[in-house]
């Protein structure tokens, strides 16, 4: 059964660091891009970046470019966003989710990791 | 950058009714990455139609999707008690996924 669990989430000072983790399972994890996508509390859904299958391309929405970072570790199963310089404005859930094929929806998500970020 | 505006914002509609959301797009679109999702409270999203008409594995046949240009359409032909969520538009389009703001299902 296919599995996606995020990890890392937490309550932190504005400015400051965070890495989130998200371990596959289930699935062949090198073949196929993988999402982070967030969702405010009480608001809709947001998508924040993208990483190719082999981790060869990536791209970030616009509001987070410069600050947020897409990975992965095909050799661990693992897909990771680095976010620096948080804002409160970033304060959310971030899910991570499994492409059914290379720009097509996202047909699996994880439970997602709470992010708080306080002024 | 297209938007995605859903309407209405709220459906209010009692179980066995028929459901009728739209997802318009400010700018034409591809249908094959116009994508439909359920969230239920306190759940991640799910994958309930992409291709803009095809439904994703275990998704129960009274949810259909149609639609083509700028106007999309998600059906759901008898609604059950499962059924009252928020639904999602999506699209992908210039290297950018972009979600529209949601329409909440709610039981009158």
């Known amino acids: 059964q296919v599995h996606l669990v995020e990890s890392g989430g937490g309550v932190l000072l504005s400015g400051t660091s965070l890495r989130l983790s998200c371990v596959a399972s289930g699935f062949t994890f090198s073949n196929f891009g993988m999402h982070w996508v967030r969702q405010a509390p009480g608001r809709g859904l947001e998508w924040v970046a993208a990483?190719?299958?082999?981790?060869?391309?990536?791209n970030h929405a616009d509001s987070m470019k410069g600050r947020f970072t897409i990975s992965r570790d095909n050799s661990k199963n693992t897909l990771s966003l680095q976010m620096n310089s948080l804002r409160p404005e970033d304060t959310a859930v971030y899910y991570c989710?499994?492409?059914?094929?290379?720009?097509?929806?996202?047909?699996?998500w994880g439970r997602g990791t709470m992010v708080t970020v306080s002024s | 950058e297209i938007v995605l505006t859903q309407s209405p914002g709220t459906l209010s509609l009692s179980p066995g009714e028929r459901a009728t959301l739209s997802c318009r797009a400010s700018?034409?679109?591809?249908?094959?990455?116009l994508t439909w999702y359920q969230q239920k409270p306190g759940q991640a999203p799910r994958l309930l139609i992409y291709?803009?008409?095809s439904r994703a594995t275990g998704i129960p046949d009274r949810f259909s999707g149609s639609g083509s240009g700028t106007d999309f359409t998600l059906i759901i032909s008898r609604l059950e008690p499962e059924d009252f969520a928020v639904y999602y538009c999506q699209h992908y389009g210039d290297s950018m996924y972009t979600f529209g703001q949601g329409t909440k299902l709610e039981i009158k």
């Open positions: 989710a499994k492409e059914r094929a290379a720009f097509d929806a996202f047909e699996v």
């Open positions: 990483i190719s299958f082999d981790g060869s391309t990536n």
């Open positions: 700018q034409s679109v591809s249908s094959s990455y």
């Open positions: 291709g803009a008409s």
